[in-house]
Nanobody, 122 residues
Framework: QVQLVESGGGLVQAGGSLRLSCAAS????????MGWYRQAPDKQRELVAR???????NYADSVKGRFTISSNNANHTVYLQMNSLKLEDTAVYYCSAENLRTWIRSVPLDYWGQGTQVTVSS
C-alpha cells in the first residue's frame, strides 16, 4: 500500500522559513515526478513546485526565488524549502507523486499525501 507522509508544517512569522518533507513508501519501483500543491481556504488547490525524476523543476510564479524543491530518488522523498514566507503562503500543503509504479502493479497511478498546515503570521 502506497503512502505519502508529509512533515514540517507549522506556524511561522512572516519573513521566516520552513522546510517540508514528504516520504513515499510501499514497494515503489519508480515515480515520474513529485511535487507540492497548496490549498488556502475558499481557494482551489494550486501547484507550488514540481520536480521530475530527472531533476527538472518548475515553480508557481508566486514562489519563485523564495521556495526550492529538491528530492532524493533513492528514498522517494521530496523536500520544499520555503524562505521569506508571506501571509499569502498560508495554506494546507499537499505532497504528490505522479505516475508511481510499484513492484506489484505496473500501471502508474497518482498519489497524494494527507496535507500539512502552514500558517504565516504577521
Amino acid at each position: 500500500q502506497v503512502q505519502l507522509v508529509e512533515s514540517g508544517g507549522g506556524l511561522v512569522q512572516a519573513g521566516g522559513s520552513l522546510r517540508l518533507s514528504c516520504a513515499a513508501s510501499g514497494n515503489i519501483y519508480t515515480i515520474n515526478a513529485m511535487g507540492w500543491y497548496r490549498q488556502a481556504p475558499d481557494k482551489q488547490r494550486e501547484l507550488v513546485a514540481r520536480i521530475t525524476s530527472g531533476g527538472s523543476t518548475n515553480y508557481a510564479d508566486s514562489v519563485k526565488g523564495r521556495f526550492t524543491i529538491s528530492s532524493n530518488n533513492a528514498n522517494h522523498t521530496v523536500y520544499l524549502q520555503m524562505n521569506s514566507l508571506k501571509l499569502e503562503d498560508t495554506a494546507v500543503y499537499y505532497c504528490s507523486a505522479e505516475n508511481l509504479r510499484t513492484w506489484i502493479r505496473s500501471v502508474p497511478l497518482d498519489y497524494w499525501g494527507q496535507g500539512t498546515q502552514v500558517t504565516v503570521s504577521s
